[in-house]
């Protein structure tokens, strides 16, 4: 079953504006991961932040996690057209397993 | 970085053939692999997970004679597809992981049609 949501499901804007999208999951995790894919391709891994950790960055990517209140969000600053694509957030959980349980999606598309 | 293959990126065939899809890891061991599900505009579904030379172990309501997984090798493993039907038409996808990491290295996916 899906864990993450992320919200918004779409989000449209231009070039050089930041976009955040949040991630919402339910149960207990060891980490939380963010990817992107282009149309019909596969998954790039993005950023991975564990659950004792709040904050990281990776150049343009800012990714935060509140697991009191179990959400994450990704911040993408300064956006490029090449970024349009959609982002899925998936939780590794606590207790050992291997899985990835994947959030629905966001669709973003940044405008020349 | 890890690099994994997959073939065919897409395939069209009738209802009723079997499909094989093949998930490679082309740089490092992969001692699990797992397999997912894509349909248009929504997320990806685990399908199930397979270790090296065991049994794979599926996900609830996917049915294990219907989608064969084969883990032979730390390289390679294979999703067949059997008896395949329109409804099974979607956007395959594998990852991979090694040992030493909980990263999950994606493929770049099989669009399967059922026709």
């Known amino acids: 079953s899906q864990q993450g949501e992320e919200d918004p499901q779409a989000l449209s804007i231009q070039e050089g504006e930041n976009a955040t999208m949040n991630c919402s999951y339910k149960?207990?995790?060891?980490?939380l991961q963010w990817y992107r894919q282009n149309s019909g391709r596969g998954l790039v891994h993005l950023i991975l932040?564990?659950?004792?950790?709040r904050e990281k960055h990776s150049g343009r990517l800012r990714v935060t996690l509140d697991t009191s209140k179990k959400s994450s969000s990704l911040l993408i600053t300064a956006s490029r057209a090449a970024d349009t694509a959609s982002y899925f957030c998936?939780?590794?959980?606590?207790?050992?397993?291997?899985?990835?349980?994947f959030g629905k999606g966001m669709k973003l598309t940044v405008n020349p | 970085g890890a690099v994994v293959s997959q073939h065919p990126s897409w395939v069209i065939c009738k209802s009723g053939t079997s499909v094989k899809i093949e998930c490679r890891s082309l740089d490092f061991q992969a001692t699990t692999m797992f397999w997912y599900r894509q349909f248009p505009k929504q997320s990806l579904m685990l399908m199930a997970t397979s270790n090296e030379g065991s049994k794979a172990t599926y996900e609830q309501g996917v049915e294990k004679d219907k989608f064969l997984i084969n883990h032979a090798s730390l390289t390679l493993s294979t999703l067949t597809v059997t008896s395949a039907h329109p409804e099974d038409s979607s956007f395959y996808i594998c990852s991979a992981r090694g040992d030493y990491s909980n990263e999950q290295f994606f493929g770049p996916g099989t669009r399967l049609t059922v026709l």
């Open positions: 998936a939780t590794g959980s606590q207790g050992g397993s291997e899985k990835l349980v």
């Open positions: 149960t207990s995790i060891n980490n």
């Open positions: 932040i564990r659950s004792n950790e």
